[in-house]
């Protein structure tokens, strides 16, 4: 299968603690996006690489989350002095020229 | 402000009869719409698309609308089956300039029922 993956699946940690995520995109795919999805909610708009530059990052991004993107490849997700209201399903997608993307499974993240 | 509105967030329909769920959206810059369905614990999966420069789009059992006047789509599913049931989301973009970036609904929840 050669679709998006994203690890851990799930992560549990204590408020304070730092954790980072990874997504591997399709990898025919340029473009790379990270949403974030809360319960009730669609999924939102956190950051966005085409190969290895990060050209966008929304304000819900605030200074404790970093993304990277070595090499046009595997993207992380950091997120430092976790907080409860960071608990959410965090959602990795890649796509080509067009507007399709395809989502990975995401990464639950619970701040205790 | 919720640019992309799914007003519905639960619908239920028999095994065999027609699906319907609806979308409004408010940035009229959008140019291009799309629908997921998303099953717990899995990521969104991409169903159908359409261009704003089109009204009708069908693929197999799925049809999407799109009323650009009424800043409104709809998605159809004929004939709804039990494996239907999941959450389905209308995505929107508008293109190049915003990075090709999608903007959320909150979901409906289809259950279709045996």
């Known amino acids: 299968d050669t679709g998006v993956s994203q690890n851990p699946r799930h992560k549990i940690t204590k408020r304070g603690q730092n954790v980072t995520f990874r997504c591997d995109p399709i990898?025919?795919?340029?473009?790379l996006y990270w949403y974030r999805q809360t319960l009730g909610q669609g999924p939102e708009f956190l950051t966005y690489?085409?190969?290895?530059?990060?050209?966008?990052k929304s304000r819900l991004l605030s200074d404790r989350f970093s993304a990277e993107r070595p090499k046009g490849s595997f993207s992380t997700l950091e997120i430092q002095r976790t907080e409860q209201g960071d608990s959410a399903m965090y959602l990795c997608?890649?796509?080509?020229?067009?507007?399709?993307?395809?989502f990975g499974p995401g990464t639950r993240l619970t701040v205790t | 402000d919720q640019q992309v509105k799914q007003n519905s967030p639960s619908l239920s329909v028999q095994e065999g009869r027609i699906s319907i769920l609806n979308c409004d959206y408010t940035?009229?810059?959008?140019?291009?719409f799309l629908w997921y369905k998303k099953y717990p614990a899995e990521g969104p999966t991409f169903l159908i698309s359409?261009?704003?420069?089109?009204d009708k789009n069908e693929d197999g059992r799925f049809t999407v609308f799109l009323n650009k006047s009424a800043k409104h789509l709809s998605l159809h599913i004929v004939p709804s089956q039990p494996g239907d049931s999941a959450v389905y989301f209308c995505?929107?973009?508008?293109?190049?300039?915003?990075?090709?970036?999608?903007?959320f609904g909150k979901g409906t929840l289809l259950t279709v029922n045996p």
């Open positions: 995505a929107a973009s508008d293109g190049g300039g915003s990075n090709y970036k999608l903007t």
């Open positions: 997608a890649s796509s080509t020229l067009y507007y399709e993307q395809y």
């Open positions: 940035n009229s810059m959008f140019d291009y």
């Open positions: 990898s025919e795919h340029n473009r």
């Open positions: 359409i261009s704003s420069i089109k």
């Open positions: 690489f085409q190969n290895e530059a990060q050209l966008e």
